[in-house]
């Protein structure tokens, strides 16, 4: 079970990655949502790193 939370938590990881590059291509990038989704890849980064 460890490791599928591990690999869903790896997933939405690289989904907010996904998005945040997306986002900033954009010719006119949302600023607040930049920085919303940074806080939670930060938030999952660090949720990795206590597994």
Do not use: W, Y
Request: hydrophobic content about 40%; overall charge positive.
């Amino acid at each position: 079970m460890e490791s599928s939370h591990v690999a869903a938590l790896h997933a939405k990881h690289q989904g907010l990655e996904a998005r945040l590059k997306d986002e900033m291509n954009r010719p006119s990038p949302d600023t607040a949502l930049i920085q919303l989704l940074k806080k939670q890849k930060l938030r999952l980064k660090e949720a990795l790193s206590l597994n």
